[in-house]
């Protein structure tokens, strides 16, 4: 009888450590390449922090975001700029600045610089088949850390890194890198939305 309890106790701890083991890399992954493939939007509110040998320059704005490569910006700061609207259609930008009351409108833009937003890291994550993962706790919550290649590299424009929640993929944050490793562009995301886009002007 005594074997029996011990058998049991021993199969009891056994299926607990199996339910409580960590997902691997691949897991993990696959996870978010499932909720990529299935979020169709985004909105969050955006701090871009801009780092330079003379300086930090930071700028806040309202983020829109559809697939495959509509976006809208909307600044909040700096307050010279505040109102100004930027939407890019995936081949035209158009600028909507308050105090003019007027629209400019330019065509065939192909070197939009998309690297700080979260669309075009999922874009480049589905083209990458190695990325670097860990995670980090930050204020009690655990983050996936995935850092990536960019697709067409520069100097300044080497690898992106973001920082999303391991429960539903929420990012925290996103750095560009340079070929260097030192990081010289950081964004920061709050009321983080995925498919919430109600927003019909984009």
Known sequence: MKKVLVGIIFLIV???????KEPTNEEILNGLKKSIDSFESYESVSKV??????GETSYK???TYIKPDKIKLEIIEPKESLGCIII???NKIFLKHPSINQTISMDNIKSLDKSFFIGNFYENLSLCENPHISTENIEDKEYII????LPNQ???RYKQKIWLNKE???PYKLNLLDKDGMVNTEVY????????????DI
């Open 14 to 20: 056994i299926l607990g450590m199996t339910s409580c």
């Open 49 to 54: 922090i801009v780092k330079s040998n003379k």
């Open 61 to 63: 704005f309202n983020e």
């Open 88 to 90: 890019y259609d995936g």
């Open 146 to 149: 995935l850092t990536i290649n």
């Open 154 to 156: 520069t100097e300044y």
């Open 168 to 170: 539903d993929f929420v």
């Open 189 to 200: 995301y709050e009321k983080f939305k995925y498919n919430k886009v109600l927003d019909e």
